[in-house]
């Protein structure tokens, strides 16, 4: 054979064996999918979601496969991979992304297509045995939770073969069935139940919240309610994301589903009082913006969501007499944000303010003494928010960043010790497990990780299927349980506040908490326990978390902070000015709570992270252009033209007017020239309207000059604009004084000399030199002419 034609026969086996090798050796093609997409697996079902030892024992996958690339694909093949049981709780991440080491080929690929056209899908089904003494099978003897995955290669035209795609998902195993190839009349005793020894005690906390959806810039007493948007009409309304929450509890703890109770001592209910507000508000009828939130002066069109509100709301004040419920943080605002605001008034209204509106509402006393932190992390600020808010627990997601003290001697590396740590006197924090909350942010139709989690634990949520997402859910939830050696054996499942949940999804999850109950694998552990178990913690004190914990793109700007303290200093400035209308009843706190609420609804943490700063800064605007009109609400009228004092005491007229619907206290600054002086109001309560004032003044010289009038609060703040007004005075000042009173000295003496000599008989040395007032007369005739008289005859 000529060595060229060898070449040519040589290089073509090779190219065979390497294609074999791909197509049926132990792993999946070297490296992750290319950065072009081809294919993409979609994950429909699996069955059973959750294995017990009464399921069925064959595993069903079924999905499509799509071309989602710009060319066919020629020779598409997928299999089922599997791994071993997650033996740390970072595994519940890490084995759903990154490398592919770890799984090992259940059987060998099945051809899907020998083409798949461009924009074409291919469904597939793989189902296996969990065991079985004949190949293939997945090969799980033990119960615990096992990553699983859809392998999928093929041939782009002009590529070579190689893996495409891949989906996985965690198969969470509470006890392995029988072998189904075994027919023996023993089979039923080879079944591998779970070790129930040592059980979880497991707290779930179940959250009813939304996105802030009041709109910014209006003050108490506006009628009527205004919000951004109609979304809550559509939660509310049968099938929502609101009602399917409020369904699913109502279901699964009712006496005919839950007749011992244990899944209500489990469950607690998070409630959002901003949600409540919102709600409450849309029971009365509302209005809704007809574009972006900019304030009162928005068009605006009637909500749809009345009924639906106040049907909403019965349901979940029926249900809150029967369950626990606790509040979370208003509107879910950051802590570490609102710590570095630093306002302690704003702090306590989104702490310890929070239960009082969800008691008000629901009527109801809530369970007090937990902090729910919710997507961020709990930062050594936000702890000394809290400690400066009395005794409190925190729960928040444990970090695990910091192996060394998040890991206890008997877990697994990569697994956080979630008992309470005290950090100060007044603060205990509960930790759950963040990957474990993450898994559950995943859930639902807005998927998203959590502020809390660290980036390296980022899965592709956008990628997996709902139904993927859905299994990594139960399965995280459920590790704990099924790790008999993890320590400690509590467990607090804390879902993401706005919870973006299916009815499939809520189902699926409550289920698995009453079944892994039922089972033996947890107790109930009420949220009132964890209080009291946390505030038991020995007084020796843990160092403050860092401040750099979780995903830093969650975090709040420093100008988002600094224009929140800003705001919320001015408004706290104006209520302490603020008085009680006798009319309304309405109060100046009252008045400006939802302008302080606003800036707690900035700074919510429901918002996706990368959209935080931004909506932030939009409402933070639309609530600085309110504060700004309510402080030139309360005004001095500008009469124009000029003022004339008649005399140097004659007071200046003005009129004052408050346009707000609540009186307010005010002080009158006159800056004057210098020979002039004003007299001290002091303070004036100026009720909604005119109120016409004369200020005691005095002015001390006859000129024209300036008076710069300005009306502040009694701390200072400046109200309305000042005013300049031109006075002139006719005051002659100190020389008209003295001239005056010289004038009067003289004209007392020449008086007094005068009685002096008429009491003496003495004539008045003054008259001396003019003539006798009977010769004058006697000197002009009767008819007016200088003349003599004639004498008597």
Known sequence: MRPAVRARLLAAIALLLLTAAQMTGPHAAAGEPGSVPFLQVRIDRVTPEIVTTTSEPVVTVTGVVLNVGDRPVRDVVVRLEDAAAVTSSEGLRTNLTGDVDQYEPVANFITLAPELPRGQAV???????????????????????????????????????????????????????????????????????????????????????????????????????????????????????????????????????????????????????????????????????????????????????????????????????????????????????????????????????????????????????????????????????????????????????????????????????????????????????????????????????????????????????????????????LWRGLEPGTEPRTQIVMPPLSWSVTADDARAILTAVATTINSGLAQPRPLTAVIAEAAAVPSGQSRLPGDQLGNPRGRFDDAVVSGVAGVTGRLWGLTAALTTDAQTGLTGAEYTAPLREDMLRALSQSVPADARNGLAQQRLTTVGRTVDDIFNAVTIVNPGGSYTLATERSPLPLALRNDLPVPVKVRLQVDGPPGMSVTDMGEIELPPGYLPLRVPVEVHSTQRFAVDITLRTANGLSL?????????????????????????AVLVLLAGRRLWHRFRGQPDPADLDRPDPLDVALHFDDAGTPGTKPGPT
């Open 123 to 477: 469904p597939f089904t793989l189902a296996y045995p969990l065991r079985s003494a004949e190949q293939p099978s997945l090969g799980i003897e033990e119960p615990g939770v096992y990553p699983v995955m859809v392998n999928v290669n093929g041939t782009p035209d002009y590529g070579a073969p190689a893996r495409l795609d891949d989906a996985r998902f965690l198969l969470p195993v509470t006890g392995v069935p029988p072998d189904p190839s075994d027919d023996t009349a023993d089979a039923l005793t080879e079944v591998v139940p779970p070790d129930t020894s040592r059980p979880v005690r497991l707290t779930m906390l179940w959250p009813l919240a939304d996105r802030p959806r009041l709109a910014a810039g209006a003050a108490g007493g506006t009628t009527p309610v205004r919000l951004i948007d109609d979304d809550l009409a559509t939660s509310l309304a049968a099938g929502g994301r609101l009602d399917t929450l409020l369904s699913a509890v109502e279901f699964a703890t009712s006496p005919q589903v839950d007749p011992d109770g244990a899944l209500r001592d489990a469950t607690c209910l998070a409630v959002d009082p901003d949600l409540l507000v919102t709600v409450n508000a849309m029971t009365g009828g509302y209005v809704v913006n007809d574009g972006p939130d900019a304030g009162a002066g928005t068009p605006t069109h009637p909500g749809a969501g009345k009924d639906a509100a106040l049907a909403w709301l019965n349901r979940l004040k029926a249900l809150a007499k029967q369950l626990c419920v606790t509040p979370t943080v208003y509107a879910q605002a950051d802590l570490d944000a609102l710590h570095r605001v630093g306002d302690r008034g704003l702090s306590a209204i989104a702490t310890n303010g929070a239960g009082g509106v969800v008691d008000q509402i629901l009527g109801i006393a809530s369970v007090r003494g937990a902090t729910l932190v919710g997507d961020g992390p709990l930062t050594g600020g936000a702890a000394e928010l809290l400690a400066t808010q009395g005794r409190t627990v925190a729960i928040s997601a444990a970090d695990l960043a910091d192996r060394s003290e998040t890991t206890s001697d008997s877990n697994e590396p990569g697994t956080p010790d979630v008992r309470p740590v005290r950090y100060t006197p007044e603060l205990v924090a509960a930790p759950f497990d963040p990957t474990v909350g993450a898994a559950l942010a995943g859930l639902g139709t807005e998927p998203m990780a959590p502020s809390y989690l660290d980036p390296a634990l980022d899965v592709p949520l956008k990628h997996d299927s709902a139904v993927a997402r859905r299994q990594d859910a139960l399965g995280a939830m």
């Open 720 to 744: 309305g604009e000042s005013v300049r007004l031109s006075v002139h005075s006719n005051a002659y000042g100190k020389v008209l004084f003295f001239i005056t009173l010289s004038a009067g």
